[in-house]
């Protein structure tokens, strides 16, 4: 596998970008603030499930040997994901509150600060854990393309991530008010 460089990562950031502001846009248009304001557990519960199974897809596949081996431990496929779960939600339920309260959009604003949310552990990645030196395929990127794309990435995450919650909590609406139904012959559960 040909390594990656800082200009595959600009470019990269500059076409997640584009995609973010059409995805971002649906989403604000979709889903009014007075939904988004009832989505906190919906985006709490999709937001533990999906990072986990994200984190289990980076150190379970082809990736572990690619890149994390150089800076997790072994037993760390194991802790990573229920933590990072964890951790993700708890970050997803703290980016709802803040977004429903800034001025401006929430839905806009939950996915910036889902992106802004990227900083911290990438920050770690680089200069903590010194991941663009350990991993031989990232050593031709530079910190600043690896930052600018992180957040444009997880704003494209956490927008899935708020469009699950949003489907999941109509969903659940509907099934509170009908039910499942049988045919006319059978008994109806309500």
């Given at each position: 596998m040909?390594?990656?460089?800082?200009?595959?990562?600009?470019?990269?950031?500059?076409v997640?970008?584009?995609?973010?502001?059409?995805w971002?846009w649906?989403?604000?248009?979709?889903?009014s603030?007075?939904r988004?304001?009832q989505l906190?557990?919906?985006?709490?519960?999709?937001?533990?499930?999906?990072?986990g199974?994200?984190?289990v897809?980076?150190?379970?596949?082809?990736?572990?040997e690619?890149?994390?081996?150089?800076v997790?431990?072994?037993?760390g496929?194991?802790v990573?994901?229920?933590s990072?779960?964890?951790?993700?939600?708890?970050a997803?339920l703290?980016?709802?509150?803040l977004?429903?309260?800034?001025?401006?959009?929430?839905?806009v604003n939950f996915?910036?600060?889902g992106g802004l949310?990227?900083?911290p552990?990438?920050?770690?990645?680089?200069?903590?854990?010194?991941?663009?030196d350990?991993?031989?395929?990232l050593?031709?990127?530079s910190?600043?393309?690896?930052?600018?794309?992180?957040?444009?990435?997880?704003?494209?995450?956490?927008?899935l991530?708020?469009?699950?919650?949003a489907?999941?909590?109509r969903?659940?609406e509907?099934?509170?008010?009908h039910?499942f139904?049988?045919?006319?012959?059978?008994?109806?559960v309500a």
């Amino acid at each position: 596998m040909k390594p990656a460089t800082s200009e595959l990562y600009w470019l990269s950031a500059l076409v997640t970008a584009l995609v973010d502001v059409g995805w971002v846009w649906l989403l604000a248009w979709r889903i009014s603030p007075a939904r988004f304001r009832q989505l906190a557990w919906a985006v709490t519960g999709v937001a533990a499930l999906f990072w986990g199974l994200v984190w289990v897809t980076m150190l379970w596949s082809y990736t572990w040997e690619l890149a994390y081996q150089y800076v997790f431990p072994t037993w760390g496929r194991w802790v990573i994901p229920p933590s990072f779960a964890i951790l993700f939600s708890a970050a997803g339920l703290g980016a709802w509150w803040l977004a429903a309260r800034l001025p401006g959009n929430p839905v806009v604003n939950f996915c910036w600060l889902g992106g802004l949310l990227s900083l911290p552990g990438h920050l770690r990645a680089i200069y903590g854990m010194r991941m663009l030196d350990k991993v031989p395929i990232l050593q031709g990127v530079s910190p600043a393309s690896a930052l600018v794309f992180g957040v444009f990435e997880l704003i494209l995450y956490w927008g899935l991530i708020l469009a699950a919650a949003a489907l999941l909590q109509r969903g659940w609406e509907w099934w509170s008010q009908h039910g499942f139904r049988f045919s006319s012959r059978h008994a109806h559960v309500a």
